[in-house]
């Protein structure tokens, strides 16, 4: 799966998060896995700010992050969609995204 070889299961592309990072990265990483860990070939971009966190995710299908203090910008490719969602419904909206552009199955 690492090597891109055969893709067996959703993709996800993570930062560690730092002091940029306004959000509980780690439980929004399991509440995005547990919503989309069913979507076979997808790559899903969770980056903790909007400084390093569109150029490092961008090879994947979707994005969510962070983009100030509660809020949330979610992307299609390297394309912004969403700015400044409030983070309670920002993993809500991104598979709002993901089934808008049919890839939620």
């Not at 995005?32 to 899903?44: N, Q, R, S, Y």
């Not at 903790?48 to 979707?62: R, S």
Request: proline share 3%; hydrophobic share 30%; charged share 30%.
């Amino acid at each position: 799966q690492a090597g891109r070889v055969r893709t067996s299961k959703t993709e996800y592309i993570s930062c560690p998060g730092c002091g940029r990072t306004l959000y509980d990265l780690e439980s929004t990483i399991a509440r995005i896995k547990a919503a989309t860990g069913h979507l076979k070939g997808l790559k899903i971009g969770i980056m903790g700010c909007i400084v390093n966190g569109p150029g490092e995710m961008a090879d994947a299908d979707y994005g969510y992050v962070g983009a100030g203090r509660g809020k949330i910008s979610l992307y299609k490719k390297k394309e912004c969609i969403e700015k400044n969602i409030p983070e309670e419904e920002a993993v809500e909206k991104l598979i709002a995204l993901i089934k808008r552009n049919g890839d939620y199955k």
